[in-house]
Each structure stands twice: as C-alpha cells, then as structure tokens.
C-alpha cells in the first residue's frame, strides 16, 4: 500500500533541535539541514508517498513551555492570595484556549471547576514535581 501525496498541495512538519543548548534570542535562523536528516526521513518512514517532497519554505522560532511536563498550568497559587493562573501553553494556546479560558472563568465565578476538572493543571504538580505526561502532541 501507498500514500498519495497529490502535486501542488503543503504539508506543514518540524522538530525540536537535536540538542536543547541555552536559547539563543538573535538567533531566528531554521536549521535547514533538520529537514533532510531528520524530518524527511521520519515523514517518508511513516508515509513512502512522501518518497518527492521538497521544502519550499522554513521558519524558525522559540518555543517556550512549562519544563516540567510541556503543559498549561491552571488555577489558584497555593501561596499567593488570590493569584489566578492561565499560562504556560506555548503553541497550544488556540487550542487549548476556549476550555481554559471556561474553566478559569467557573473557578473565578464559582470557586471550583463545574463543567471541567482542570485540577490536574494546578500549579502543585509544579511544586510537588509530579508531571503530566501527554506525548505526541505538538
């Protein structure tokens, strides 16, 4: 079995840097030598339709997350009265956003999660270094 890739259509993919050195902020430029040894080759791997493909284009930037686990961190500061988080969602914010932004809102209005339980975002998993493991997903 094969996969089709038909002409003229995009495929958006990236990776994170082979090695994570301390962020370098002027520095903007892809690592196009990412795509031909390790993109690439995990793509027509997964898909032999991808056997043609080309890069047309590259962007490069940084992406910033909790360090812990790559995941939001939601609700109430332990130590602090009456700090509120909703933060930490890097490239996950559109995504993530409408049902954080829900649950936020009960936790503000009502004292408590009512419609979502995001107590597994709280910021303890943090201070108690428990993380929350979501794999594949970027």
Not at 5 to 28: F, N
Not at 33 to 46: A, G, K, M, Q, T
Not at 54 to 82: R, S
Request: charge should be negative.
């Amino acid at each position: 079995m094969s996969t089709f890739v038909p002409k003229g259509t995009s495929t958006i993919s990236g990776c994170p840097p082979l090695e994570d050195p301390a962020a370098d902020y002027e520095d903007h430029d892809p690592h196009y030598d990412l795509f031909e040894e390790v993109i690439w080759p995990s793509l027509y791997n997964r898909m032999p339709g991808f056997d043609a493909i080309k890069m047309t284009n590259a962007w490069a930037g940084h992406y910033e997350y909790c360090t812990l686990d790559q995941n939001a961190f939601i609700g109430v500061h332990p130590d602090i009265t009456n700090f509120y988080m909703c933060a930490g969602f890097s490239g996950h914010g559109l995504q993530h956003g409408p049902g954080a932004g829900r649950g936020i809102g009960e936790l503000l209005l009502y004292g408590e999660y009512r419609s979502l339980d995001l107590s597994i975002f709280g910021y303890e998993r943090i201070a108690e270094n428990k993380p929350v493991r979501e794999f594949n997903i970027i």
